[in-house]
């Protein structure tokens, strides 16, 4: 409007089944006035086939069921503090030193479609660590901590069971420091997340809720103890 950005969206086609869709920000004020409907319409158009995706804040839950979107399950983001602790499992591997296909393998296994391109960028953020844990050379969990405007993220954070994700998750608390504020997002169905979180005395800080177009993706939750994004799924 008069070269000032007054709203976003954006769509992510990972193929033709399934796609997801976040960044949708309207300026306060310039809401109601059918500006945001406009790039809405706009950006669905993208994704014709797709099951699409989307973290909404709940507030608009009714909102987003009116253009077909179904509620699936919340997602709960908490914030922790960093911690000071050098001892390190012998069966932690850093993710460059591994093939790639072994990650994408594992990758595959939770999220919906496979996203060799998106993975491979995400990995190599700067400022992150970005570690994995073998058994009997079988990749059983892995997961990536970067640094963020305020603190640090941790996305993803899958592993098999919750010993290895809380082995792979007390290694991200150290990488960040004493102190430092480190949040996670984490299904609220993963029953086992929810309790490695209250283990660590994370707060609750926010929730999104997850909806999708069609039927929800077979996603194996108890294995995903942090969500990659909020944004791209």
Sequence with gaps: ???????????????????????????PEYRNKGYGI????????HLPTQNIGLDDVVAQQENYKKSGFKLAYRNIRY??????????????IMLSTIPFEQLLSYDNQIFPVTRPSFLKSWIKQPENLAIGLINNKQLVGYGMVRK???????????????????ILFNQML???????PIFLDVPELNKEAISLVNEYQMKPMFETARMYTKKPPNTPLQKVYGVTSFELG
């Design 1 to 27: 409007m008069d070269s000032e950005l007054i709203a976003s969206l954006s769509t992510v086609s990972y193929d033709n089944t399934f796609g997801f869709l976040g960044f949708y920000i309207v300026k």
């Design 38 to 45: 406009k790039i809405w319409n706009e950006a669905l158009k």
């Design 79 to 92: 914030e922790g503090k960093g911690i000071n602790n050098k001892n390190k499992s012998a069966d932690i």
């Design 148 to 166: 963020c405007r305020t603190g640090y993220k941790v996305a993803p954070l899958f592993a098999d069971n919750m010993d290895i994700a809380r």
């Design 174 to 180: 150290s990488f960040v420091g004493e102190g430092a």
